[in-house]
């Protein structure tokens, strides 16, 4: 038997209209038939973590307990998700996506009852495993699709600012809807909430077929190479980058939830919280507008360095208008870092392996946020209220200390020379 191997045509561009626009982006052919339900679909992964925080807070009183289990849900995102990524590679988005939607609903919802029982922390950490390793990785294959579509094309740069506008939108109104729902409406609300846009979402997704990257399989004697992204020195390098602006996402959403109870007003924590990640987007906006001169590599130095001075004054802010401003800074700088890291993974990996490179930096993002949950947790019960975010400021400078020293490792390397090892730069084949 033989398998054939699926192929999209890349879209063209001509010289004419080469200068990168979001209005030239979203006419691309195809596109809008994986954005829009790719956003709904990927809206709950930015309740999840909070709606976790607020409701295990709520049954025990304690944000070190709480923190511990949106830690555990995050680990075990961030370990799953590259497998997951590279199935999706391997077999189709579709194939991963549908039984991962039906697992996370199902183990979100036990993690929501058990919590609601009062049961042991063990049982809570035993749930929010598969409720972490399932959470599906919309965002990573949305970034693979826009792959296939612009192969080549200068509006990679700006399709990687529009994921990063799109991730940011999600981070306005997830956070803003899961305070609201647990807040005003139950303690549960928000998780339970999560699970259904979750389903939803996911499978009206993953029944977009047409868009959907190339998939190789093996088949005789003809065999496709399927090494893993993470042997590229650079995605490496960009794991611990993104550990850093992990610490960010996780260290606020703990300290900001601190710090807005301790002056009586937990509802204004999805409004901070929604402040910072609406300068994450508008920067975004920003970045994927400009028609950028400066190498890639360079972007991510300065941009990174700025996020690192930024997140170091959050600890300093005693005050909610002092606070709010903070985070709209922190937030401007995290998006021209996250696009540009994104935009390096064009030049580091083969179109085979971009959904499992995508997967470990949005992994790596999902291990620091659970790290810093966890670290800003224990901060805020044993220390001072707003000792949390010290946890931004440690990991921001330890990943850009890493950045700088193995910033060599960013250069694309030459594709058309044989490889020995490492993700194979072989050229696709159609398999008969």
Same mark, same amino acid.
């Given at each position: ?158 399709? +990687? $600012? ?6 940011? =939108? /999600?981070? %306005?109104? !997830?956070? @803003?809807? &899961?305070?609201?729902?647990? #807040?005003?409406?139950?303690? +549960? $609300? ?6 259904? =846009? /979750?389903? %939803?979402? !996911?499978? @009206?997704? &993953?029944?977009?077929?047409? #868009? ?221």
């Amino acid at each position: 038997m033989g398998s054939t191997v699926t192929t999209t045509e890349p879209e063209k561009t001509s010289p004419a209209s080469s200068r990168p626009g979001y209005g030239q982006l979203l006419r691309t052919r195809g596109a809008w038939t994986f954005l829009l339900p790719g956003f709904a679909a990927r809206q709950p992964f930015a309740m999840l973590t909070l709606s976790i925080v607020l409701l295990v807070q709520h049954t025990t009183g304690s944000y070190g307990a709480a923190g511990a289990v949106a830690a555990v849900t995050g680990v075990s995102m961030a370990l799953f998700a590259p497998y997951s990524g590279r199935l999706a590679d391997r077999y189709g988005q579709r194939a991963v996506l549908v039984p991962g939607v039906l697992v996370h609903t199902v183990s979100g919802l036990s993690l929501t009852a058990l919590a609601l029982a009062h049961a042991p922390l063990w049982a809570l950490f035993a749930a929010a495993v598969p409720t972490g390793a399932s959470v599906p990785q919309v965002g990573p294959m949305v970034r693979a699709r826009w792959g296939v579509r612009l192969q080549g094309s200068p509006l990679m740069t700006t399709a +990687a $600012a529009f994921e990063s506008v799109t991730d940011e =939108l /999600t981070f %306005v109104f !997830g956070p @803003l809807l &899961a305070t609201a729902l647990c #807040t005003a409406v139950a303690p +549960a $609300a928000g998780l339970v909430t999560e699970g259904a =846009l /979750t389903l %939803v979402g !996911g499978l @009206l997704f &993953a029944a977009q077929k047409g #868009t959907q990257p190339p998939v190789s399989r093996e088949s005789g004697h003809a065999r496709v190479r399927h090494a893993s992204a993470l042997r590229v020195p650079g995605v490496r390098v960009l794991v611990v980058t993104f550990l850093g602006i992990g610490s960010v996402f996780g260290g606020m959403q703990v300290s900001l939830a601190a710090f807005t109870e301790s002056i009586g007003e937990p509802g204004l924590n999805g409004v901070l919280y929604g402040v910072f990640a609406a300068g994450n987007m508008l920067s975004g906006v920003v970045c994927g507008a400009i028609a950028w001169k400066a190498a890639p590599r360079k972007r991510l130095l300065i941009g990174y360095t700025a996020l690192a001075v930024a997140a170091s004054a959050l600890w300093t802010a005693h005050s909610v208008v002092l606070l709010a401003a903070l985070g709209l800074l922190v937030g401007m700088c995290i998006a021209p870092s996250l696009i540009t890291g994104y935009t390096l993974v064009d030049g580091l990996v083969p179109a085979g392996a971009r959904t499992e490179a995508f997967t470990w930096l949005t992994g790596a993002v999902a291990l620091g946020q659970a790290a810093a949950v966890t670290a800003a947790g224990q901060l805020e019960d044993r220390l001072w209220d707003g000792a949390g975010f010290l946890v931004p400021m440690g990991g921001t400078v330890l990943a850009l200390i890493t950045l700088v020293a193995l910033r060599s490792r960013l250069a694309a390397p030459d594709r058309n020379r044989a490889v020995a090892r490492g993700v194979g730069h072989r050229a696709p084949v159609t398999v008969d």
